[in-house]
């Protein structure tokens, strides 16, 4: 299964940002607001030629005890004015009803046992189920809610062996994306003895006899402690012992910064090593295994070295390699290299690149099972192996699905469908007869009557038609000041899809328009989609996001007043950056666990350099003069009005680090010139939010929508029948 994981902006266009917002509904309570006192230091860098100030340096020491009284006092200001917003109780009871509901992952077969990972909605943490009948409930595997009182214990991924006999499953601890991981023998029900550290973000990948696993880590630094501004290393594990007699397999020693991930294929033969710096191009090399265990004596076999694309393994017949790539093909193609043969062409063309973009490809059942996007919605292809004899699964909509899961023998597969109205489904698919059925899950279209979705295409530069989603209740009409909420990314190759987001629909049954923007920088086009919103041309992004909110005032669904954006991450930072850039066009501003430092955010740690991909570096001049042309913590200007912003994040983010968010906050309390609320909302033992409890996800979620109500004018009136 693929997992890939996403021009100067004019100041000019800054210009214009004194113009004050609409004013603030009245239910945004700013009397008797205080913010904390925020020190100002005296720090300057000179980048180019160009010094620039910042003030808030200091906020980034994460382990000062400064810090953490600031951040208190911000949390206590914060949580004093959420004590005079209406509505929160008839919010929480909606989060609710739409986030605790039961929910299935799609199972994977091993051996004589199936495995999935069930919530019933109401458990912190989704809970890990055997069974050898999936008509069956099966016994618990791990139960993630029994590892810690608080729930911020969460599975972070699993792996099986061939056989299923052994269970590996990597543990996240209050959100961290640190892991560790641990091993079961699921027929006697015994753990392992053993624990592996100093892992981010590898999986374990078991030896066809299921002896060892590979697996990457960080070396310890100085303090003893893993160093994530280092290179990860391959290693071999074998089961039952302890991780120091681990054996370093492979490491880069050509290149400061290129990572090494391995993967054992599914008959053993060989070793995939995956090689990353960035997010659009890898390299890939091969190693025989010996007896299915250990690599030859000689190196590795470069098999993709020149950085030109993005190529993933996806499956081998024998010394046939499938790959997928995006090489010469900029919306994806499937290609086959036989690495046995001495001569003829180095690979062949299985799956061509069609007007689509491919995102997501599993080799099943002796075919490719091939998910595409058109217009931002999933259809799925299934090919022979030779490319031919093409089959079209019938999905139940305009939606998403996710999957599938299934090896090279396997004449089944399992994947999981969901839309704007429609829950998480999981349906068996045969491969073979492609004829599929719904396992589990609520029946589609069971929760869609009441919810009507429409695509737009909106024109944000000449040529550029950018999708968007307006999701709404059915009895909720366009009236010029419908409490709207716009939300979007634009980055990283990401696609924003239809699915069911619990915060989207708790907006939507509190009566607003939910907006989700096709923006450039993702995925829904393909590569030349991606790359309009990247380095230099990642202001075409904000333009993107500004045209779809223009659209919705200009067609009559709302106005600056009565639309709010929300974004997470890299959407972070497009709300931020939009924020700045037109502050008079948004009644509510929600960045949530934002890249806000646009300057320094390659600095917290390797993999947050790694985003340079997209992003470009200030160490670049050119690049320099783009970053700093949007970076949200820069552009903020004194004496200018903002709109009523919220800004969350979580102590123990070590992906987008919090200063960022505490910088911002500090910027922009410092400069606001209007009554309009700023503030700021720190998780504790929480972290960029996978994994979390979902308590936790109730909370956050309520906090930003009972702001988003207050400050649009939203009079959160239930569906009618709730």
Known sequence: MLRLIAAMGMLGALGACTEPPPSPSPTVRVDELKYPNTVVVSVTDEYHGVSVADPYRWLENLDSPAVARWVEAQNTVAKRWFEGVGQQAEIRAIVE?????????????????FFYVYSDGQQNQPVVYMTRDLDETGDVLLDPNQLREDGTAALAGYGLSSDGRYFAYGVSDGGSDWRSWHFMDVVTGNRLEEVLYGIKFSDLSFTADGTHVYYSRYPNGADGRPDDQAQVAIYRHRLGSPQVDDVIVFRIEDHPRRDPYGTVTDDGDYLIIHVTDGFDANGVYYWPLEEGLTPSGQPPIRLFDAW??????????????????????PRGRVIAIDVQSPDGEP??????ETGDALVDVDFIGGRFVLSYLRNAHSYVVVAAADGGSEAVPQLPGLGSVTGFTGRPDDPVAYFTYEDFATRETVFRYDVESNTMQALWGDAVGAQAADIVTEQVFVESAPGVQVPAFLVRRRDVQANGSLPTLLYGYGGFNVALTPTHGAMSRAWVESGGLFVSANLRGGGEFGKAWHRAGTKTDKQNVFDDFIAVAEWLIDTG??????????????GGLLVAAALTQRPALFGVALPAVGVL?????????????????????????????????YSPYHRLREGTCYPPTLITTADKDDRVVPWHSYKFAARLQAVQACPSPTLLLVETRAGHGAGKPIGMVVDDYTAQLSFAAAALGLNVKPSVGD
């Open 557 to 570: 669904f709302t106005q600056p007043a009565n639309l709010g954006i929300s974004g997470r991450s890299n």
């Open 97 to 113: 009803r739409a986030i605790r509901y039961q929910r299935w992952g799609a199972p994977q077969r091993r051996g004589e046992r």
């Open 347 to 352: 690979w062949s063309e299985v799956v061509a």
């Open 308 to 329: 030109d694309a993005r190529y993933e393994f996806l499956g081998n017949v024998g010394s046939v390699l499938y790959f997928f790539t995006d090489q010469s093909a």
């Open 597 to 629: 430092d646009m300057l320094r955010y390659h600095t917290a740690s390797a993999n947050a350099r790694a985003w340079s991909s997209d992003y470009g570096l200030s160490e670049n001049p050119e690049e320099f003069a783009a970053l700093f042309a």
